[in-house]
């Protein structure tokens, strides 16, 4: 028995001519009428055995497919691993090139800068004393020359 439904949603369409030539009827099918095998037809579509094997086909094609999205995820996944990972190493990467830098600059200046700025300063230290040294000396000599000159008797 047809189905109503099929019968009302698929009518009867012209097909073009030849394309159906390749069609092989079986005895009994050939021998029905125009309507007869319209009937057989929607019985063929609309019937136990089509619905199943269409929902058989239906939950093959959705597993298929959910299966899919589900490696597709999974490896967009993956990828977004790895990318989160490398971003990570690399802000590790610059942290600890951020904390050599540092120790660097520390050395640097504990190590090299104070040592010089020390010994520019005693170096400083040494020159104004010799400097106030000869001066001192200059002066004693002065001294000494003008107590001479006074001491001395005019002739």
């Not at 009994?28 to 086909?57: F, P, Q, S």
């Not at 520019?120 to 003008?146: D, W």
Request: charged share 25%; hydrophobic share 40%.
């Amino acid at each position: 028995m047809p189905c109503v439904w099929c019968l009302r949603h698929f009518p009867y369409r012209k097909i073009p001519a030849g394309s159906h030539k390749n069609v092989q009827l079986s005895e009994e099918d050939a021998h029905l009428g125009r309507d007869g095998k319209l009937i057989r037809a929607g019985n063929m579509v609309c019937d136990d055995d089509y619905e199943t094997m269409r929902t058989r086909i239906n939950s093959d094609v959705s597993r298929c497919m959910n299966g899919l999205i589900s490696q597709t995820r999974n490896r967009q996944g993956r990828a977004t691993t790895i990318f989160s990972d490398m971003y990570m190493k690399l802000e590790i990467g610059i942290v600890l090139m951020l904390v050599i830098m540092v120790f660097i600059c520390l050395m640097l200046r504990f190590l090299i800068v104070r040592p010089l700025v020390s010994y520019n300063e005693s170096i400083k230290g040494e020159i104004f004393l010799r400097s106030a040294l000869l001066n001192c000396r200059t002066l004693q000599i002065l001294i000494t020359e003008f107590i001479w000159k006074i001491r001395r008797p005019r002739s």
